[in-house]
């Protein structure tokens, strides 16, 4: 029973508490309609007070239907539903940046106001493990490192994805007993997209030639590259409060000594963690800039530095290593 797993993978990851609000966020899609629906089943148990964030991306013809079907739900179910149109080709556009990247920016931010209007502290996203094992493909096609290979997580900081294990033929099993008739966004057949290309076309040739088994096979795989990331972040923290000598808002300062004397693979992490704590992301960070600072710091070489982005600077300076926002 689909409900029973979901109930399993709340408790596993720890994904709500009694008493939680949570938004969810509802495309109208068989994924987000089946998350919707089964924690509306878990209401009374978690003591849950449930909301709905829609966002109407005005690409597709359809979307209106897509919101009115979420609406009509909504009204008889007697949930509160928030609703967002943005035309994303014309803000993509003007922002210069790709649909999905543009879409998924606006998804979120919304997600992000509604929490805040409401006052509600988990925000449910309905990817599934067909989603997460996408994920892990298209990162591998990329070039990714270790972190890569653990795909979509099931709970980040506020974020939670209770279907994270669930296979899209359960989903679609479920709304077919449930009679929820989802909407379906026909550009997921378009294989001009690259997650469509590995949804449509090279999972199920990987299946019908190689391994039938590969969505179970490469989330396994996920699980043990999780449990050494999660040990891996474990040391980084324990080294960093070592070699910490100096945190400011713009800048941090690590003892130079007892950096060299890390694994290099800790080092790496250490690096990634000095610019987070500056930068409050790593976004724009490449190995080649990590292998460049790694040769910088590890020779020692003073009065140095390099900067991977315009926004930070990393190098040595009276013996110490830093790591400096530079003021735009």
Do not use: W
């Not at 909504?74 to 210069?96: A, G, W």
């Not at 997650?195 to 039938?212: A, G, S």
Request: proline share 2%; hydrophobic share 35%; charged share 35%.
């Amino acid at each position: 029973m689909l409900q029973e797993k979901v109930r399993n993978i709340i408790a596993k990851y720890n994904l709500l508490d009694k008493g939680d609000s949570v938004i969810v966020g509802v495309s109208g899609g068989p994924d987000s309609m089946t998350l919707l629906t089964l924690l509306l089943e878990l209401k009374e148990e978690y003591n849950l007070q449930i909301y709905v964030a829609h966002v109407n991306h005005m690409i597709r013809e359809n979307a209106i239907k897509d919101e009115e079907y979420v609406k009509k739900f909504c009204d008889k179910n007697n949930i509160k539903l928030f609703i967002k149109r943005e035309n994303i080709i014309e803000k993509s556009k003007q922002d210069k940046k790709g649909l999905e990247e543009t879409g998924r920016e606006v998804r979120y931010n919304f997600f992000e106001e509604v929490s805040k209007n409401t006052n509600s502290n988990k925000i449910a996203i309905a990817h599934n493990l067909n989603d997460k094992i996408e994920t892990i493909i298209m990162n591998l096609t990329r070039g990714t490192g270790i972190s890569g290979l653990k795909g979509i997580e099931p709970k980040r900081e506020k974020y939670i994805r209770p279907l994270i294990e669930i296979e899209r033929s359960e989903i679609e099993k479920y709304c077919e007993e449930k009679k929820l008739n989802p909407r379906i966004d026909e550009s997921n057949q378009d294989n001009t997209y690259t997650r469509n290309k590995i949804r449509n076309i090279v999972i199920p040739y990987i299946k019908k030639e190689l391994n039938t088994n590969i969505i179970n096979n490469l989330n396994r795989l996920s699980e043990i590259v999780k449990e050494n990331e999660e040990y891996l972040e474990k040391i980084t923290t324990e080294a960093y409060k070592e070699i910490l000598l100096e945190k400011q808002e713009k800048i941090i300062r690590f003892d130079t000594k007892k950096f060299i004397k890390q694994e290099k693979i800790i080092q790496k992490k250490l690096i990634l963690k000095g610019i987070e704590e500056v930068l409050g992301t790593t976004q724009g960070i490449e190995k080649v800039n990590i292998e460049d600072i790694l040769l910088l710091l590890n020779n020692n070489i003073g009065n140095k530095y390099i900067a991977p982005t315009k926004k930070i600077k990393i190098g040595i300076k009276d013996k110490k290593i830093y790591f400096e926002k530079i003021e735009e």
